[in-house]
């Protein structure tokens, strides 16, 4: 089971780019990085994934090196309706590794 | 549509009541999850159905039964609860891929009180 590390929570200004590093140094090799952002009260929301390098959408990038023990979810100029708990979610096969880590609490400020 | 809803959106029941919380979702998915979350903690898996079967049961007391009817719907009956399963209860459900990678799209949760 793949357990993740994240930081606990992060401060950032309007406009800004944040950077939130996810550490899973025992992935395996059938692994995929999955990140969530959850509003409160709300049900958590699917960001992006990936499984090597770099992913790139609309919302977000992901960066995974090439040995796979950490991820870097990228928000570009943030605003303040991102502000949320951000989670990293290393998914195998099957469903007994869908252990969420203990999030990043984002808070963005004007 | 790309939604999970769930019914109610919140709930309070007593110790000796017998409730059901549903969870429905219309986008051929074939793997269905409930989590349990209490205030600043991630979401904790209970259970997962894939094709309308248990897949998973996380050591969760008998008290919460969940049922699959069919692949839209899924049901978590809950019976004699305890004060501290008071939490907000997620609904998920995903492609069903078993080789992993698989997108969960989340309901936005039943918030259930135990008096």
């Known amino acids: 089971l793949a357990k993740t590390t994240q930081p606990i929570s992060m401060d950032s200004y309007e406009g800004q780019e944040v950077n939130i590093t996810c550490s899973h140094n025992?992935?395996?090799?059938?692994?995929?990085i999955t990140w969530y952002q959850q509003f409160p009260s709300q049900g958590p929301r699917f960001i992006i994934q990936?499984?090597?390098t770099k992913v790139t959408n609309e919302v977000a990038s992901l960066f995974i090196p090439a040995d796979r023990k950490s991820s870097t979810l990228s928000l570009p100029r943030v605003s303040l309706s991102d502000t949320a708990v951000y989670y990293c979610?290393?998914?195998?096969?099957?469903?007994?590794?869908?252990?969420f880590g203990k999030g990043t609490m984002l808070l963005v400020s004007p | 549509d790309t939604e999970v809803t769930q019914t109610p959106k919140h709930l309070v029941m007593g110790m000796t009541n017998k409730k059901s919380l549903k969870c429905e979702q219309h986008m051929g998915h074939r793997a269905m999850y409930w989590y349990k979350q209490k205030a600043k903690k991630p979401p904790e898996l209970m259970f997962v159905y894939s094709y309308e079967k248990l897949s998973i049961n996380e050591s969760v007391p008998s008290r919460f039964s969940p049922e699959c009817p069919n692949s839209s719907l899924l049901n978590l009956h809950l019976h004699a609860l305890q004060p501290e399963d008071s939490a907000l209860y997620l609904c998920?459900?995903?492609?069903?891929?078993?080789?992993?990678?698989?997108?969960?799209?989340f309901g936005p949760g039943t918030r259930l009180t135990v008096l």
């Open positions: 979610l290393v998914e195998g096969s099957g469903y007994s590794t869908l252990t």
């Open positions: 025992n992935i395996a090799t059938n692994d995929y």
């Open positions: 990936g499984y090597k």
């Open positions: 998920a459900s995903s492609q069903g891929r078993l080789a992993g990678g698989d997108e969960q799209f």
